[in-house]
């Protein structure tokens, strides 16, 4: 780990990116949704945090928007081969978890461009279905897991100071009457 | 066989959903031989954990450190304690404190210099610390006000403790959380490989609860040494294990609870499937006279207490008086071929907190290995969804799994009165009044009983042979409510209640929660949160070995100097 980067666990990237999401205009269902896909592509190609906070960066209400687009990946493809295009593109971070979804209904997969990361813009995708089915290897899920994920710390804090706007103020609850303990 | 194909098997005759996650049902658990507490000590003793205290360096007053040993299974773990002291004004028992007189963690492996300066650095600053992957739990907690000072000063003038004065509530100190799974960059409880010893769900928070309350009670006898070398005194035998570990308890268990289902199925699942064995066993004089053990020991303890109920439970006295009655209840029981089956039965009919009373003895008989219930409480939440799935299916499960919904009115202005929220003070879980405060985006989405009879009615709206890929492009805020219904969490996955209904008693959820930790000594105080303890009458760490049994639990209040003289 270097002094740019933090050590995190899965559930925190989880965590924060349904926060944030949050806090950026996305219903409850929307926002887990894409938490699950940010954590997935992060852990497993790097780059997912940085790419959501491309995308608010860019525009601070397209989330939603382009959590729909890429919709069309979660069913199983009713024909053998399938194109699908995005324009404009979309973070690859946002269909990683998908498209690793369908290679166990026996698709295989190609970017363009191809797609090392989850930050990278994704235009088109090419599913091609085989006869067997492909089981992803788990072992860099494991090793979030036992020995947590190093992000950069920058992205780090900036996804922790939006995720804070989720939280309430206290002074707020206290005024609204809302229960405590004593 | 699975957990679920168990649950599901029709051959095996278990107590219906709808009792068993019914609010009040939930509300009246008491700890069993399967809560946490217990299978810790079974497996420690078992497996032959080496537990030793490797440094005790405190000031007369308490301050300083504390760090133990664990060499269980050829994995080492250390539970460093930083002790202080505070002004009595910043205790709270809520999760918004910023001092405490005592914080903690459990970490694995060897306790290196550099461990230690890091630990020293960031865990008494609890939730503001950043931890990382060698850390499995941190907690944090304060001493009895009450209790601690007069316990150190008793001790250090060679007396014992006076049972009225510090008999009632049990502990020393008080824990206030119990973090881990990745919270704050510790390891994920998904991080444990198979063969790990804390392999089984909150093993580790157990572990490090168990040594808290080692903590206070060397706590308290190494200041009464400082204090006094020449008169003080250890604590005798029974003070040695009354003692537990104090713990208050707010709204937080409501949203793990609701969002959890995979895992409240399981807890409740292995109870479940214990019951059923119990019940169908045939009466045998060992059986019944360890059964008349069990229902001895518990009547001693409630009655070596005395309270009045509070509300919403009974409290010692009451609890007392109902022990004699299923004392006389089972011994009226001599001609039933299944004995433990008739006493369950009879309890069905003397409400609910007899009744899940009646459970936890009769559990006692139960001998599921301990390596079977680990690893039916290892849930796989990571199912995928099945995109092949029509709305056609979902309306079948729906009737199949939810047809529940049906009875709580989710249509009433009461019943979306609260959402719920965290608060910027340390994340604290609150609910919040909707009427009064819109929720903006910042509702924590517990509310599933309200999403499920949305979505019911917009299933009823679309066609039955849609895909529910499709559907969701449609309605993509139904998604919470739609993984419900596809993961198969269980029979037991869910509480049959709307945590938003104006009605809403947070408490049943919590003291269900606390029971399968192994909980007890419940006191609400409020409708939103509760004190108790646990680890009362537990061996202390230097006291384990294969031989320790596993009936220390309901432990009687100690007696004066006085009556034990009379008594001896």
């Known amino acids: 780990m270097t002094s740019k980067e933090i050590s995190v666990a899965p559930r925190e990237i989880h965590d924060l990116i349904q926060r944030a999401s949050r806090v950026k205009g996305c219903e409850a269902s929307v926002a887990e949704r894409i938490a699950s896909k940010i954590t997935f592509c992060e852990i497993n190609y790097g780059g997912g945090i940085n790419s959501w906070l491309q995308l608010v960066a860019d525009d601070e209400n397209c989330l939603t928007e382009t959590f729909k687009s890429v919709q069309v990946l979660d069913s199983i493809p009713s024909k053998d081969s399938l194109d699908f295009s995005w324009n404009p593109s979309i973070p690859f971070a946002f269909i990683a978890q998908s498209l690793n979804a369908l290679q166990s209904y026996g698709f295989t997969w190609e970017c363009n461009p191809e797609a090392p990361t989850g930050d990278v813009q994704i235009e088109c995708v090419c599913l091609n279905k085989l006869d067997s089915e492909k089981i992803a290897s788990n072992n860099k899920m494991n090793k979030a897991f036992s020995e947590g994920l190093q992000v950069d710390k920058d992205d780090w804090e900036n996804l922790v100071g939006i995720s804070s706007r989720f939280l ?15 | 066989m699975g957990l679920l194909d168990l649950l599901y098997d029709p051959d095996i005759s278990l107590r219906s959903p709808e009792k068993v996650m019914d609010p009040a049902t939930l509300g009246s658990a008491r700890l ?54 505070i002004d009595e004004s910043l205790h709270t028992d809520r999760v918004i404190a910023d001092a405490w007189e005592i914080t903690a963690a459990l970490i694995e492996g060897e306790l290196d210099q550099e461990s230690l300066d890091f630990l020293t650095m960031e865990v008494p600053k609890q939730e503001e610390g950043r931890l990382d992957s060698r850390v499995l739990v941190l907690t944090r907690g304060n001493r009895s006000v009450r209790f601690y000072e007069y316990l150190v000063d008793q001790l250090a003038s060679g007396s014992q403790p006076e049972p009225s004065l510090v008999g009632d509530a049990g502990y020393i100190m008080r824990s206030t959380a119990f973090y881990g799974n990745g919270k704050f960059g510790m390891r994920s409880f998904l991080g444990y490989e198979s063969n790990h010893p804390l392999f089984a769900p909150y093993r580790a928070q157990f572990l490090a609860a168990w040594l808290f309350r080692e903590t206070s009670y060397d706590s308290v006898e190494y200041c009464a040494q400082i204090r006094n070398p020449e008169k003080a005194v250890s604590f ?20 793990w609870a609701m969002k959890h289902p995979e895992e409240v199925n399981a807890w409740v699942g292995v109870r479940e499937l214990a019951l059923a064995n119990v019940r169908k066993l045939h009466d045998s004089p060992e059986r019944r006279r360890l059964l008349e053990k069990w229902i001895d020991q518990a009547h001693k303890h409630f009655s070596s207490f005395s309270g009045e109920d509070r509300w919403p439970w009974k409290g010692p006295d009451s609890l007392s008086e109902a022990i004699l009655d299923i004392h006389h209840a089972f011994s009226s029981m001599t001609d039933e071929d299944r004995p433990f089956d008739a006493l369950y039965l009879w309890a069905e009919n003397q409400g609910p907190e007899v009744n899940e009373l009646v459970v936890s003895l009769l559990l006692e008989l139960d001998e599921t290995p301990d390596e079977v219930i680990d690893e039916f409480l290892r849930v796989d939440t990571s199912v995928a969804s099945d995109p092949s799935m029509t709305v056609e299916d979902l309306k079948k499960k729906f009737t199949e799994n939810y047809s529940w919904l049906e009875q709580l009115d989710l249509e009433s202005s009461a019943a979306d009165h609260y959402w719920w929220v965290y608060s910027d003070h340390a994340e604290e879980p609150r609910r919040a009044d909707r009427s009064i405060l819109d929720p903006e985006h910042r509702d924590v989405p517990i509310d599933i009983a309200l999403r499920l009879n949305h979505l019911k009615k917009d299933l009823d709206a679309a066609d039955k042979t849609t895909k529910v890929g499709i559907f969701l492009q449609d309605f993509p805020n139904h998604g919470i409510a739609i993984n419900r219904l596809m993961k198969d969490s269980g029979p037991y996955g869910e509480p049959r209640e709307n945590v938003c209904d104006l009605n809403h008693l947070p408490l049943n959820l919590q003291r269900f929660q606390l029971a399968m930790y192994g909980m007890d000594n419940f006191k609400a ?37 006085q009556e034990k003289v009379l008594h001896d």
């Open chain 1, 168 to 182: 309430l103020s206290e002074k707020i609850l206290d005024d609204a009457d809302s229960a405590v303990y004593e």
């Open chain 2, 525 to 561: 105080q409020s409708t939103d949160w509760l004190r108790v303890t646990l680890f009362q009458g537990a061996p202390r760490i230097a006291e384990l070995n294969a031989d320790t049994s596993d009936d220390w639990v309901w432990p009687q209040q100690p007696k004066r100097e």
């Open chain 2, 32 to 85: 069993t031989r399967l809560s946490f507490s217990r299978s810790m000590i079974r497996r420690a003793a078992l497996k032959n954990w080496k537990l030793k205290r490797t440094l005790i360096d405190l000031d007369e007053s308490g301050r300083g450190q504390i760090i133990y040993r664990i060499d269980a299974e050829g994995h080492i773990f250390h539970f460093v304690a930083f002790t202080n002291t």
């Open chain 2, 236 to 255: 005798d035998k029974e003070w040695n294990h009354f003692f537990g570990l104090g713990n208050s308890t707010g709204l937080g268990l409501v949203p």
